[in-house]
């Protein structure tokens, strides 16, 4: 759990990416569901920025009329990321990060709650 939230830190602002690709940067081969769990259990208080985490295809995983839906459409609308029909494109808005960034990146200020 703990490569995860230090990989869904690491999404810039203005950026998403699918569960799938968190589990992948991560090291989990197959840990989308992974993903989904580790994100489900949060802490109340934690710094993980949950919002920009969506499905592969690009839509938002909670219902529509739900208020985990409107919160994560406005924390994305803030950061500048285009939602449209509760969908985002994947090809302008999702994270790649490169090799350099993944293996320099500096050691996390973040705690663990």
Sequence with gaps: ???????????????VAS???IAEIAGIARGARQVGYTLR??????K??????????????FDENSPQ??????RLRKE??????????????????DLDELLWKPTSAWDES
Aim: with cysteine.
């Design 19 to 21: 569960y799938g690709q």
């Design 80 to 97: 500048g990321v285009t939602v449209m029909s509760g969908r985002i494109d994947m090809h302008k808005y999702r994270w790649e990060p």
């Design 41 to 46: 259990n949060l802490p109340k208080v934690h």
């Design 1 to 15: 759990m703990h490569r995860i939230r230090e990989t869904i830190r690491d999404i810039p602002k203005g950026c």
């Design 48 to 61: 993980v920025p949950w919002h920009r985490v969506v499905q592969f295809s690009g839509n938002i995983a």
């Design 69 to 74: 839906f409107e919160e994560q459409t406005t």
